[in-house]
């Protein structure tokens, strides 16, 4: 897979630009804030349709336009594609095109040009709360499994309705009727996600367990488990089975939810350990081991993405080989040489195989 041109209007700080991209590594070279991380942001949602980094889709729209136009040509499943989004500043909806053809949901858009993105906040996403590790994981599931995504935006749809009941029973306990509707439906939906992430997780460990002996020499072995919700007591088990318990788990929760009026219990919750050797990382792993094991995870992701689409996905690395010393520079460059890369930095370092480099001043590029 590969972005061969861009441009973009009106998005971030960018007015017009209009670039063309190397098939191999494409360094992104700048000072802080001229907008590098904008444009990964940029290639990333042409993608995906999603961003890494905003609450809202209106964020990315130049302050003061009324809409920003992302559009790219790529190469994808050995064709010539055009992908094109246009976001609105207020809250009409965005508008996706493939090919020219408008698109009436994102998820006609998925798979198309899936990247992988590592920044200095995922070196250590193994010691962060579990709402880091959580993102981190939806967000490569959900360009994996375009049905996940699905079943994930109706959770999380389903999840603020409830928790607006349960905020509003203080003036009105007749809307609580409206409660066992809803915590069925989640427990119908949140099988689905358990179901889907385990299959990712035991995946994901696994490639990354062999990156991680590689880069240790074979002296850690890298185990990783996902963490759910406790009545679950295999999450391989059938959608069905994992629905009773998750009912289960909710039932024993009821008055605690009321009184703390909050969604206590569900995968939302959810989370996942790595251990080396048998060990905690969170709790005991070393600065070294925690970015080592985070790095062996996102080339895990890559893997996976690679190994689903039978073509590399585009990796975007935001100012994140400055953050690693020589050794580790090293082991992820030796790892990244096939596919399309985008690397941001402030001082353009030493790279082997740099196909293009791109100074960016100001949301413009410098000549
Ligand atoms: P650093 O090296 O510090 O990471 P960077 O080159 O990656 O810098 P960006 O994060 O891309 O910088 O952001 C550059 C600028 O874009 C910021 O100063 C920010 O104010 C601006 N910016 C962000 N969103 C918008 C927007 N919607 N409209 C206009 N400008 C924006
Ligand atoms: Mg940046």
Redesign the pocket.
């Known amino acids: 897979m590969n972005l061969n041109k861009l441009s973009l209007r009106d998005f971030?700080?960018y007015v017009n630009l209009n670039l063309e991209f190397d098939s191999g590594v494409n360094l992104i070279v700048?000072q802080?804030?001229?907008?590098?991380?904008?444009l990964l942001e940029g290639i990333g949602y042409l993608g995906s349709g999603k961003s890494f980094r905003a609450q809202r889709t209106a964020?990315?729209?130049?302050?003061g336009a009324e809409f920003a136009d992302i559009q790219g040509d790529i190469t994808a499943q050995n064709r010539q594609q055009t992908l094109r989004w246009v976001l609105f500043s207020g809250s009409r909806p965005r508008m996706a095109y493939r090919n020219g053809a408008k698109k009436k949901s994102a998820a006609e858009m998925a798979g198309v040009l899936p990247s992988v993105l590592f920044c200095p906040e995922d070196l250590m996403v193994l010691r962060a709360g579990a709402a880091q590790r959580r993102r981190l994981g939806d967000h490569a599931l959900c360009q994996l499994r375009p049905n996940y995504d699905a079943a994930l935006a109706e959770y999380n749809r389903i999840l603020d309705q409830k928790s607006r009941i349960l905020k509003d029973k203080e003036e009105n306990m007749s809307v609580l009727a409206i409660l066992p509707e809803y915590n069925a439906r989640l427990c119908q939906v949140g099988a689905l996600l358990i179901s889907y992430r385990a299959r990712f997780y035991d995946s994901l460990g696994k490639a990354a367990a062999v990156y991680h002996g590689q880069f240790s020499g074979g002296a850690e072995e890298f185990t990783l488990q996902y963490k759910t919700v406790s009545t679950v007591t295999d999450p391989f088990a059938p959608v069905e089975v994992l629905r009773g318990q998750l009912e289960e788990h909710l039932e024993s929760h009821y008055r605690a939810e009321l009184s703390s009026m909050q969604c206590l219990t569900g995968p939302h919750k959810d989370d996942f350990d790595v251990d080396l050797n048998g060990i905690s990382l969170k709790s005991y792993g070393s600065q070294g081991q925690t970015r080592t094991a985070a790095i062996s995870l996102k080339l895990a992701q890559r893997e996976l993405m690679a190994r689903e689409y039978g073509e590399d996905p585009i990796l975007l690395l935001d100012?994140v080989l400055s953050e690693l010393d020589a050794k580790r520079q090293d082991f992820v460059l030796n790892q990244i040489d096939k596919g399309q890369v985008f690397i941001?930095c402030?001082e353009p370092e030493r790279f082997t195989r740099l196909g293009k480099t791109i100074e960016?001043q100001q949301g413009q590029v410098r000549s």
Do not use: L, P, S
């Open positions: 971030r700080n700048g802080n804030a001229q907008g590098k991380t904008n964020e990315m729209v130049r302050f100012d941001t402030c960016i």
